[in-house]
């Protein structure tokens, strides 16, 4: 990123973003160990070398631009890639091979990917494996821009020059708590919950689509305790006694002790896939993943309630 040829000052970038995280420039200098007007001084700097205004004074708010808005997403993506690149040269440093970065949505994360990385590890040990739970979107849009390594997530998943390779099939289940009424049953439909609180996702998730389409088929009325955007958050409602959640299958050790799963009927499957760029060879340390996540998807059924 660079003005008339000049690259911009990663330290003006970071006063920028931390004014925009905190709200003011005094809460920003107290974050950044500077003093009030050192990071005024450096936000006016950034200013005058972009050539618009950042933020617009507003009595004593500093307000974002539209334009601003817009040089600071792609500020954050920068420094995120950079402070990447400092992770990989702190491990080169300490003697390891590099860094090999994982989005995955939260089920595979818990699941798949965790015991993969053990076994990359074991066949891979200098190699540091960074995981971050991503959607299947915010996946697709960190790959190209080299912020990941491999996604996982359910298909389909769609985008240009992405290799993508099925690894798991899964049905979806009812996440209950262990001492529900209904936890005796070994497989619930639309019928046996449709009296009962339920934890359901946004309403433009897949998972939640074929859901709602199992309660009109079946001429029934959800009664929704919580709308969630988080699985992990989901979890924690269920485990709390909020409500039952129909989601992705997690193995029986990823779910809290008095959380169980149960079939859900009719059948809401998936296909879960690996995918990375498909831009020439992948690297060893992608393709030793890959195995390790093959071996491990092999056995994941019988990890997870039948």
């Known amino acids: 990123m660079a003005i008339n040829n000049r690259p911009l000052d990663l330290l003006q970038l970071r006063a920028a973003l931390a004014v925009r995280e905190a709200g003011t420039v005094t809460r920003a200098a107290t974050h950044l160990g500077l003093s009030q007007p050192a990071v005024s001084r450096l936000i006016a700097a950034l200013e005058a070398e972009l050539g618009f205004l950042v ?81 299947r979107q915010a996946q697709l849009e960190e790959l190209p821009a080299g912020r990941i390594d491999i996604g996982l997530a359910a298909m389909p998943i769609v985008g240009t020059a992405l290799r993508v390779e099925p690894i798991l099939e899964a049905d979806a289940v009812c996440l209950l708590p262990a001492d529900h009424s209904l936890a005796h049953r070994a497989v619930l439909g639309p019928s046996d919950l449709a009296e009962e609180a339920l934890v359901v996702g946004r309403p433009d998730s897949i998972i939640r689509q074929r859901f709602d389409d199992a309660f009109r088929q079946a001429g029934l009325v959800q009664q929704v305790a919580a709308i969630v955007d988080s699985t992990s958050v989901g979890i924690a409602m269920v485990a709390l006694g909020t409500g039952i959640a129909v989601t992705h299958a997690f193995p029986k050790d990823a779910l809290p002790a008095n959380v169980v799963q149960r079939r859900f009927r009719p059948r809401i499957s998936f296909t879960y896939a690996m995918f990375t760029q498909d831009d020439g060879p992948r690297s060893a340390a992608v393709t030793q993943f890959g195995t390790a996540l093959r071996t491990v998807a092999r056995t994941a059924r019988r990890a997870m309630t039948g």
Do not use: C, Y
């Open 55 to 135: 933020f617009e004074r507003l009595a004593k708010r500093m307000v974002l631009s539209e334009r601003g808005r817009q040089i600071l997403d792609e500020s954050e993506a920068a420094m995120r890639s950079m402070a990447r690149v400092r992770a990989v040269a702190g491990e080169l440093r300490r003697g390891n091979h590099g860094l090999l970065r994982i989005g995955a949505i939260a089920p595979l994360a818990l699941g798949l990917v965790t015991r993969a990385v053990a076994a990359h590890r074991r066949a891979w040990p200098k190699v540091t494996i960074d995981v971050e739970v991503r959607g």
